[in-house]
């Protein structure tokens, strides 16, 4: 079983470098840590008195990693989770902050329990998942990450700027698919048909 090191330094390589795409709300990033990031923690790397882009690409894949276990996996409290969700639901905690337990605490909901929404990993979330998970952990999981693919796809639908990251310009997955599916047993994989489909009314 991978350890949440792993599991970070893992990100942090799917990640890549540093980037300053417009279209993307999360602005200058480096191995995954936003510039809003670092502010908001208040990491000043190059030692200059203040955090901005500099800092940004100051940031080691070592000190990327330790960000990342510290506020998105401890502090959130993910480790409460079942063992085999916590891969999928940490690197998705790094892309999208609460969104990835207000994903699980919907899909949690359609399988019968009556939690709030709130992007929060309280008890009763840990405790509604452990009891979906017991019949079939890795089947959960699957669930989540399909969960998170469609997640994915209606982002791009409701935002033109954000398709770019679920489809390539030849029209295959891009990479919010592709990392999605990373997570998912192949046999639940979309095939470049399926993906296309999907697609095809983005134009």
Do not use: C
């Amino acid at each position: 079983m991978q350890t949440v090191q792993d599991i970070a330094k893992a990100i942090v390589a799917r990640e890549g470098g540093y980037v300053n795409d417009p279209d993307d709300p999360g602005g200058a990033t480096k191995h995954g840590v936003t510039l809003a990031t670092l502010k908001r923690l208040g990491r000043d790397l190059n030692g200059d008195g203040r955090v901005s882009e500099a800092d940004v690409q100051a940031l080691t894949e070592a000190v990327a990693a330790e960000i990342f276990v510290d506020h998105y996996f401890t502090r959130p409290g993910l480790e409460a989770l079942p063992e085999a969700l916590q891969p999928s639901i940490f690197d998705m905690y790094v892309n999208a902050g609460a969104n990835a337990v207000k994903l699980l605490q919907r899909l949690l909901n359609d399988l019968g329990h009556a939690l709030k929404v709130d992007g929060l990993m309280g008890p009763a979330t840990a405790t509604a998942a452990a009891a979906a998970a017991a019949p079939d952990p890795l089947l959960l999981a699957d669930a989540y990450g399909i969960a998170r693919r469609n997640y994915y796809y209606r982002l791009a639908d409701q935002r033109p700027a954000s398709r770019k990251y679920a489809r390539r310009k030849d029209g295959g997955k891009g990479g919010w698919i592709v990392r999605a599916e990373e997570f998912i047993s192949p046999r639940f994989h979309l095939t470049d048909a399926e993906h296309r489909e999907r697609t095809k009314a983005w134009g």
